[in-house]
Each structure stands twice: as C-alpha cells, then as structure tokens.
C-alpha cells in the first residue's frame, strides 16, 4: 500500500481530533488550530485527488477486513474532488465570516463554535468517502446535530432558536426515514456494505424476490435524503435556517451541507440500487418532477423577498433543483451535471452569502435589501464578489453557473425523449426567473442612491482574512466556469467507480 | 395478507414508527414531539431486531455441537441497534436542551404558539 492511499482517513482522524481539542482550547487558539486543520485537510484530499486521477480508485479497508465484512471507505476521483473541494470551501467560508463569528457568538464560546465547523468537516468528508451505508446513517445524524447547533449559535438567540427547531424536526423525520431504508436494504441484501448490498440488489431484481420491500426501501431513501437536501416540497425549513444564521454557518449550510446529502443519495442509487432499478422503479422521474418543480418554485419564491439572506436561501432551493433535475435524468452525462452543479454551487453560494455579510457591515447590521441600497459602492469588494456570484447564477459564460447549465442541457439532449423537451424548458425558465431578482437586487445594492443610509460605519474596512476569502472565491469561480473541459475529464473518470 | 400475521412484530414496529413520526411532525407540544421521535427510534429498534432474530436460534457463540449458520440469531441487528441508541440518545439530548432555551425565552412548550410569538417579536 502506497503512503498516499492513507491520506483520506489521515484526514478524517485529523478533523476529528481537531474537533475534540478545540473544545479544550481558547476562542483564539481554536481558530488558528481549526484553519491549520482544514488546510492539513485539504492538502491531504488534493494528494488523494492526484493520486486517484492517476492510479484510478481504490477501496481502504478498514482494520485490513476485507468485504463483505469489514467497514471500508471507497475513494475515486470524484469523491477525493469533491472532498478537497468541500474543506477549501469550508476554510474560505470560515474566513470569509471571521468577522461575524467573533461578534455574533458569545466570547467564551467561541472555542465551541469550531469543534462544530470540525465536526461538520468530518461528517461531509465521511458521507462523501464511505461505503459502509450504516456509517452514512450514523454520521447522517451527527452532520444534523452540528449543523443545527451552528444555526443556533449566536449570541442573540430568538429567530435562530424557532428556525433551529424547525430544521431538527425536519430533519430527523429524514434521517429517520433514510434509517429504515437502510434497515430495509439490510434486511432483503444481508450487508452493508453497498458494493455486496448492489450486487444482492441486482440480483434479487433479476429474480424478481423482494420487490416491494424494495421499491419501498428506494422511495424512503429518496424523500429521507430530499427532506435533509432541500429538495422542493420539503424545503420549508431551509429559508428561516440559512436566513437567520450567522455568515459562515449560512455559507457552509447551503454551499456544503445539502451537498453533502445529496451526494451521498447519487452514491447510494448509483452503487447499491443502480440506474436500471432504479429507472424500472420511476423514482428518477419523481427526483426530476420535483428537482424541476424547485427550479421554477425556488426561483418565484426568492423574487417576492425583502431580506438578502432569505434571498440567497431561496434561491438555493432553486439551484439544488438542478442537481435533482441532473440526478433525474438517469443518465452518466444527467448525474456528471448533477456533480458539476453540486461544484458550481459550493464554490458561488458560499461567495455570496459572504457578500452579503459584508454588504451587512456597511449597512448597520440591516439585512433588508432596501437598507442595502448602494452598498455595493461602499464596499467594493464584497459588491465585486457579488457580481460574479450572480453571473454565475444567471448562468454567464466564463463563470462557474454555466458549465452547470451547459453540462446539463448536453445531459438532456443527449436523453432524447420527454424529459429533455421538459428539462430545456425548465433550465430556460429558471434562467430568466435567476435573471429576474438577481439583476434588481444588483441594481438596489450598485444604486448611487445614498441619501437613505446614515449609517456610522458607512465605508467598508477590510480585513486580510475577509479580502483573502473574496479574491480566492472569485478566482475558483472563474476557474470552475473556464476549465469545464478538464473538469468533466476528471468526472467521467470518476463516474465508473461510483457504480456507474 | 396472511404475512402481516406470520410476521406481527414486524407490523407492530411500523405501526409503532408511524405513531411517533405523526407526532414528532403533527404534535405542537415539544415534550410529546421529542417523545414521538424516541418511538419512532424504538420502532426502527424493534423491526431491525426482529428481522434479525430467529425462532429456534441460539445466541451467536460458537457451539461444537450446532454446526451451520441456520442455529444461530444474527447478531449484527442487534449491534446496528445499540449504535442507533447512542445517536437517538444524544438527539434527543440536543432536543431537550433546545426545549428549555425554547421554554425561558417563550415560556410556553408549544410549537405553534412559539412560532407566533417569534414572528411578533421580529416585527
């Protein structure tokens, strides 16, 4: 075994002691430990993410026993970009709140607040590295406890206190169901870990054994992880959550928590259930109703807000909609879309939710879009990063947005039947609707209008952390949306390893 | 239809799970709700281990004289259940110290009215 095939569990041991020690350290220390943790982290994925785009995938057993029995962790190319690709987000957004953890969480607590950003980093880089489906469970849940517990943590509860219980209750009805789904699964397969559970699956569907149970185990899998993804009917909880939280846990909430989920629900219909019983079960087609549905309803929903943040978290919405729709097409080019938009998010929402913090900052601490008017032009580098981030939701070439779009419409022209005349239309739809309440919002913050902001701290101060957060943002945005070929190289071969 | 019967535990663990997802979503009250998650856990609980055991079965410790898988229980159901314990105790545990923070700011347990009141005190 070569050194760097440890790196993606050295990682994951990394952020879990890194997790347990803040909790000993002092506000301070437990930053700078944390940050040097997650940058450790990222090295070490980017060394994996190398390593496999060369070697291809490999499977690390866990205490050296082998499937069927033992708990392994599988890493490709997609699950070591999508690894490193997460933890440079979460430092990014990390810096990019500095400012706001520091003012909105209790000083003596400020220690706790990154045992949470710890664990929250171990929880994704599990979900997205595992193959043992109980674990993905096990981690399922503390991945809710930590994100809730970052909503809540602000020094003024009240609204992150109602929206913390909305999205636990939310929440565990999820997970719950995602468990007896994988009870289920176990019960019909005998295993658990989901290369053995897929090929009991295909056979048992060959067979024709067990198909009730399973189709039943599909559908719960799907809403359970659609519930804790956002997906459009079960979004509710989303808005107030991500709206009321401080920058960094909006940030990572939307930009890597839901994706997180998701992921692991491509794993686990790719690799355990598979595409073809899948498709003989119609769940694609629901996925692609309602990843449809929320493009449309996300984008409506987010036009009628006064609130930036609120903004920002419906249109959320709209874009994991996009993953769902890719997700839904069934194909290898559908779910290759679907992990380009799970990219493309991470790194643009993030950027934006950071902006619109510093827009906060310059505008009294207001979160209302009205008494954001020309914020753009007192803080010129947050309105910067809020101009790339739109191009890109709108979908602009050179930025990040349109390799999603492009990746996608190729998906669905390569489907050829129903679903692309639809998806087209959607992806149009949902393009104009993006165009419609970004370009007004823009407008608003870029207004030379300045006579309605007496604000004391009117001009924008900027520290190193912040500006590097911005600058670094932006140019991955760029390079997401200019290096689509090399990207899409890297993901299809990645894609045989996930099961396809 | 006759199966329902055959495998009663196993009707019984989803009735039971039913019972507490309805509460846990459709119960105002945050005490019942919290209770209504830890049913719909025991729910799962129960049908993983009744999936797991085996009438006739002895407890999985190997003995010279039973050869052959099919004498014993399967012992794994019942260490996935000891590990999803674990996670619904510290759930719950997350939930039960929301509902205090909940109850000294509101001073009230349900769910409805504590929505009302937050949105009141934003405006």
């Known amino acids: 075994m070569e050194l760097v095939q440890n790196f993606p569990l050295l990682s994951i041991i990394i952020m879990t002691s890194c997790g347990a020690i803040c909790t000993l350290l002092k506000g301070k220390a437990a930053k700078w430990y944390c940050l040097v943790c997650l940058a ?3 090295a070490l994925n980017l060394f ?34 999508l690894a490193s690709a997460f933890a440079f987000v979460m430092i990014l957004s990390v810096l990019g709140g500095l400012e706001h ?21 171990l929880t994704l880089l599990i979900l997205v590295y595992t193959n043992d489906i109980f674990t993905a469970y096990v981690f399922v849940e503390i991945n809710t406890i930590a994100s809730c517990a970052l909503v809540m943590m602000r020094y003024k509860p009240g609204k992150t206190l109602v929206a913390t219980t909305k999205y636990m209750i939310m929440s565990l009805l999820g997970s719950s169901l995602f468990l007896f789904a994988v009870c289920i699964l176990y019960n019909i397969t005998g295993h658990l870990l989901m290369e053995p559970m897929g090929q009991e699956v295909r056979r048992l ?27 459009f009917p079960f979004h509710t909880w989303l808005p107030d959550a991500h709206g009321s939280a401080t920058t960094t846990s909006s940030a990572v909430l939307s930009g890597l928590v839901l994706k997180g989920y998701i992921f692991l629900l491509i794993k686990i219909y790719c690799r355990v259930i598979g595409l073809d019983v899948l498709a003989g079960d119609h769940m694609p087609d629901v996925l692609f109703l309602f990843g449809a549905a929320a493009m449309v309803i996300g984008s409506v929903r987010a036009m009628q807000q006064t609130d930036l943040k609120r903004l920002l978290a419906y249109s959320s919405i709209s874009q994991v909609g996009y993953i769902f729709v890719g997700l839904g097409l069934g194909t290898e080019a559908g779910i290759a879309a679907a992990i380009v938009q799970i990219l493309a998010h991470a790194v643009t929402k993030p950027m934006l939710f950071c902006a619109a913090g510093g827009f906060m900052n310059v505008s009294g601490g207001s979160r209302k879009l009205q008494d954001m008017t020309g914020a753009g032009r007192r803080d010129p580098l947050s309105g910067a990063a809020f101009l790339v981030g739109v191009f890109s939701m709108i979908g602009i070439p050179l930025f990040a947005g349109f390799t999603t779009k492009l990746t996608l419409t190729q998906a669905a022209l390569g489907h050829g039947s129903v679903k692309c005349v639809l998806a087209l239309i959607v992806i149009i739809v949902s ?51 200019t290096l689509a070929g090399p990207l899409l190289e890297a993901i299809y071969a990645g894609l045989p390893s996930l099961g396809m | 239809m006759d199966q329902l019967f055959v495998n ?8 039971i799970y039913g019972i507490g997802f309805f509460t846990l979503f459709f119960n105002p009250n945050m005490i019942k709700k919290i209770i209504g998650f830890d049913m719909m856990d025991s729910g799962i609980f129960l049908f993983l281990t009744a999936q797991g055991f ?5 407890d999985p410790i190997v003995d010279p004289e039973l ?21 619904g105790v510290s759930v719950s545990a997350f939930m039960l110290a929301l509902t205090v923070r909940l109850y000294y700011r509101y001073h009230t347990l349900n769910l409805d009215e504590i929505i009302r009141l937050a949105r009141k005190e934003e405006d």
């Open chain 1, 40 to 42: 450790a982290t990222l």
């Open chain 1, 48 to 81: 994996a993410f190398f390593y496999t785009l060369q070697n291809g995938a490999y499977v690390y057993y866990m205490g050296r026993w082998s499937a069927p029995w033992g708990n392994e962790i599988k890493v490709g190319v997609i699950e070591a970009l």
């Open chain 1, 101 to 121: 953890i520091l003012e909105d969480v209790e000083s003596t607590k400020v220690n706790l607040y990154f045992v949470m950003i710890a664990f929250l980093m």
């Open chain 1, 205 to 231: 569907y060959a067979e024709g054994q067990y198909l009730f149970p399973l189709t039943v185990a599909i559908a719960f899998m799907g809403v359970g992880l659609s519930i804790k993804g956002a997906l």
């Open chain 1, 431 to 481: 393009t104009v609707l993006n165009a419609l309440y970004y370009i007004p919002t823009v407008s608003t913050l870029f207004s030379a209008r300045n006579d309605l902001t007496p604000y004391r701290n009117r001009y924008a101060h900027y520290h190193v952390p912040y500006v590097a957060a911005m600058v670094l943002f932006m140019i991955v945005n760029i390079c997401v949306g």
């Open chain 2, 8 to 15: 009663y535990v196993q009707a019984a663990a989803v009735i």
């Open chain 2, 54 to 58: 085996l009438y006739g079965g002895h």
């Open chain 2, 67 to 87: 050869v052959g898988a099919q004498n014993y229980i399967n012992p794994l159901p019942t260490g996935l259940v000891l590990t999803g314990i674990v996670v």
